[in-house]
């Protein structure tokens, strides 16, 4: 792949873009059909904008937008067409909260992130499939602080409600919740 960014500072203001080319190639050799070879090439580009205003108290307000993409090592059925790339768009907004002076740096934010050709186990099939969409939204707060110089403290909770919004999978049908995404989580 092919990356670049750019940071822009101007005041108190904060830019950053970027932008990323990726190019893949995945082959796949099937033994249960004497080893007949799949193969995909897949390419996309992707980007990441976002924006920041960094009060003299210490207070941060900020938004971002960013598109990713993955390729799909899963298989499914024995013959199938190797899996597309996951796809994904998200958008942010928070603030970041660091105090004067100071090493703690406090993040509360709200997100909402779409992915496409999600894949999922098929519970009758046996089969990994493509389900095709899914939508998370929550929020999420981090806390990072430097207690002495050689011990630091990260903590992180986040809130996910998540809906499968499109599927043909009967194991994972369209308005309901995506297999193991927990709602509350912590570190």
Do not use: C
């Amino acid at each position: 792949g092919l990356y670049v960014q750019d940071q822009a500072v101007w005041q108190q203001w904060n830019l950053l873009l970027s932008g990323r080319h990726d190019w893949t190639e995945i082959r796949t050799y099937e033994r249960t059909l004497n080893n007949a070879k799949r193969q995909s090439n897949d390419d996309d580009f992707t980007g990441r904008a976002a924006l920041l205003y960094a009060f003299e108290n210490g207070f941060s307000p900020y938004i971002s937008y960013s598109t990713s993409f993955e390729p799909n090592l899963d298989s499914g059925i024995p013959g199938s067409p190797p899996f597309k790339p996951t796809t994904g768009e998200q958008t942010e907004v928070g603030m970041k909260f660091q105090p004067v002076g100071s090493d703690t740096l406090l993040t509360l934010s709200l997100f909402d992130i779409t992915q496409k050709n999600i894949t999922s186990w098929n519970s009758k099939l046996k089969f990994n499939e493509q389900i095709g969409k899914v939508e998370s939204r929550g929020a999420e707060a981090e806390l990072g602080t430097q207690i002495t110089p050689a011990l630091s403290l990260m903590s992180a909770y986040s809130y996910t409600e998540a809906e499968t919004k499109e599927s043909t999978n009967a194991s994972t049908p369209a308005g309901n919740r995506p297999a193991a995404t927990p709602r509350p989580m912590a570190s």
